[in-house]
């Protein structure tokens, strides 16, 4: 349906009394909060990119959309609360079919400073998925069926994921409930090593543990898709061996490009597509840069996709942006310790790498600025058939074969 999406206006938690059921924060603009940036493209190219939109489905395999404060110095008070709010504007005005809402994640500190406990992460599913009850414009995804009523009816299909199985501890059946809940794609780990293997921050990789091997077996056993974009290399490449399944690798880029552990080498891109797998590109503040564009924007972003369209083919790759409604750059400075995000840019036995900060990704600063990558697609002279590849068929393809339904 492009971006004739039918939304009612809606906001969240509108059955509420805000300042007497629950504390109202200002929150970021949900479009416009920077100068918006269109690839430039003829009226030509723009009027297949439209044509695009209304007949391919488009889904983002990661991405965070919803609402942060205004103010990221609220952050810690706004996430305590438990009540994020999905940025049903944005959305409405983004080209997305399905997206992978990766919930608070890291940053569920409801009761802890440290985040991803069990208590926590239902807390915030449960506040999430009760907003949205409320209203009709997104589904609450359980299958491929949904998504394409999503695209055939100008709604979104939102599924629910979370970044790391850190939560479960060693109870595999809480999987199982994750499930129950809605969840549809777990990642193994995050920075820190858990249960199941070994995180990106640490400098020896131990890989899968043995509850890992079991967690995948679950995970494959429930129709659970797997994610592994902050697991280990060695994590990676054990869990795609383990799998009977393939894995996504939703959020990521190419090592070769640009040299931080939380870009994956040629070596675990090859081994995911070769088991039938998918890697999507990320786009989070200063993770995708490139020596020819230092400066993160769209351009480095799509040299990351190049570079693994031509490692692996373009039935392998898809997009998976990871943007959000707010200062992205404020938040990753605000939770730097909390998540990682220093040693996830370190390089291989070295220090941090440098790079030129930049206030927002110029043409992917949230998740409405997804058309940019099929301009951009299309500019660059990629055909019809490829765009549709690498914008949601390929995802569709991989999730028709993991998933029960």
């Known amino acids: 349906m492009g971006k004739n999406k039918k939304n009612t206006g809606y906001r969240s938690y509108q059955y509420l009394e805000a300042g007497v059921d629950y504390k109202a924060f200002k929150l970021a603009p949900e479009l416009c909060r920077v100068p918006q940036y269109v690839v430039p493209i003829t009226e030509e190219q723009e009027t297949r990119v439209q044509k695009l939109l209304d007949n391919s489905v488009i889904i983002s395999l990661h991405d965070h959309p919803t609402l942060f404060p205004a103010n990221m110095e609220e952050i810690f008070e706004y996430n305590r609360q438990g009540r994020e709010s999905t940025a049903y504007k944005g959305l409405s005005a983004s080209c997305l079919d399905a997206v992978f809402d990766n919930m608070m994640d890291g ?31 997104i589904i609450p995804c359980k299958g491929v069926a949904d998504i394409f009523t999503a695209h055939n009816e100008g709604k979104l299909a939102l599924v629910p994921a979370l970044e790391s199985a850190t939560m479960i501890e060693n109870e595999v059946d809480r999987i199982d409930i994750l499930y129950g809940f809605g969840v549809r794609m777990i990642g193994i780990v995050y920075s820190e090593s858990n249960a199941l293997g070994t995180g990106l921050r640490e400098e020896r990789d131990g890989g899968l543990t043995f509850f890992g091997r079991e967690a995948v ?106 943007t959000l409604f707010g200062d992205h750059v404020a938040l990753h400075h605000a939770f730097s310790q909390l998540l990682s995000i220093q040693q996830a840019f370190r390089q291989d036995g070295k220090e941090s790498i440098t790079f030129d900060e930049v206030e927002y990704v110029k043409g992917l600063e949230n998740p409405a600025d997804f058309a940019n990558i099929l301009r951009w697609m299309v500019k660059a002279g990629y055909s019809d058939e490829e765009i549709q590849k690498a914008a949601g068929g390929n995802a569709l393809r991989l999730l028709k074969e993991v998933w029960i339904n």
């Open 107 to 137: 940053t569920c500190l409801i009761t802890s400073k440290h985040g991803w406990k069990w208590s926590d992460v239902l807390y915030d599913l449960g506040m999430r998925l009760s907003d949205i009850a409320h209203q009709d414009f």
């Open 217 to 322: 077996r679950r995970m494959n056993q429930l129709g659970m898709a797997i994610d592994t974009s902050h697991a280990s290399d060695r994590t990676t490449l054990d869990v795609i061996e383990a799998s009977t399944k393939p894995v996504f690798i939703t959020h990521t880029g190419a090592r070769a490009l640009w040299n931080t552990k939380r870009l994956k080498p040629d070596a675990v891109i090859r081994a995911c597509a070769q088991a039938g797998g998918i890697i999507g590109i990320e786009a989070a503040p200063h993770t995708t840069l490139t020596n020819k564009h230092p400066k993160h924007s769209i351009d480095s972003y799509m040299e990351h996709f190049q570079y693994c369209v031509d490692l692996v083919g373009i039935d392998a790759v898809g997009f998976g942006p990871d």
